[in-house]
T-cell receptor
Framework: RKEVEQDPGPFNVPEGATVAFNCTYS??????FFWYRQDCRKEPKLLMS???SGNEDGRFTAQLNRASQYISLLIRDSKLSDSATYLC???????????FGRGTSLIVHP | NAGVTQTPKFQVLKTGQSMTLQCAQD?????MYWYRQDPGMGLRLIYY???????DKGEVPNGYNVSRLNKREFSLRLESAAPSQTSVYFC???????????FGQGTRLTVV
């Protein structure tokens, strides 16, 4: 079983839609969780960290469920510019090594 | 702000040739990483360096070597390139305190 698993998609949604991605992780000792965004042929960049209490940044909301070992990302009022691949990243406990999921592709169309 | 700088951006090699990918960061980060990204596979860790003077294997280390030259620089070497090493290579760095990783712009390597 891969350490970090994501549905690759693509998720194809109209502008203005709400879309949610989930990511599961296998190592219960994992301590840090992130969502990164990667545009085509570019490097990954941090979208947001995921805290135990959940966090929100504008149209983006991230949640962590330690009991079920998954994190989620909710995007409200999707924009064309949100089209990208969203990478779930988990840092293993004790090693701080970022471990990436395969990414979920989002396509927002007019 | 330079952040993480990788060179070269593009490279074509013939099978059996060797090359070194260079990476430097100016953020005083302790940890540095090399990943490869292939279609449908996500980013896979090749090698990492938790601090200056240490290196460790990641998920896919075969065919690669690394050197942590100093705190700023972490290079990746392909001694005898193979077509299976055609990929996009990313260098990244972070502090050790579970903070975000910063990435270089990537090196697109083709081995023919």
């Amino acid at each position: 079983r891969k350490e970090v698993e994501q549905d690759p998609g693509p998720f194809n949604v109209p502008e203005g839609a709400t879309v949610a991605f989930n990511c599961t992780y296998s190592n219960s000792a994992s301590q840090s969780f992130f969502w990164y965004r990667q545009d085509c042929r570019k490097e990954p960049k941090l979208l947001m960290s995921v805290y135990s209490s959940g966090n929100e940044d504008g149209r983006f909301t991230a949640q962590l469920n330690r009991a079920s070992q998954y994190i989620s990302l909710l995007i409200r009022d999707s924009k064309l510019s949100d089209s990208a691949t969203y990478l779930c990243v988990v840092n293993k406990g004790g090693s701080y090594i970022p471990t990436f999921g395969r990414g979920t592709s989002l396509i927002v169309h007019p | 702000n330079a952040g993480v700088t990788q060179t070269p951006k593009f490279q074509v090699l013939k099978t059996g040739q060797s090359m070194t990918l260079q990476c430097a960061q100016d953020m005083n980060h302790n940890s540095m990483y090399w990943y490869r990204q292939d279609p449908g596979m996500g980013l896979r860790l090749i090698y990492y360096s938790a601090s200056e003077g240490t290196t460790d294997k990641g998920e896919v280390p075969n065919g690669y070597n690394v050197s942590r030259l100093n705190k700023r620089e972490f290079s990746l070497r392909l001694e005898s390139a193979a077509p299976s090493q055609t990929s996009v290579y990313f260098c990244a760095s972070s502090t050790r305190e579970n903070t975000e990783a910063f990435f270089g712009q990537g090196t697109r390597l083709t081995v023919v």
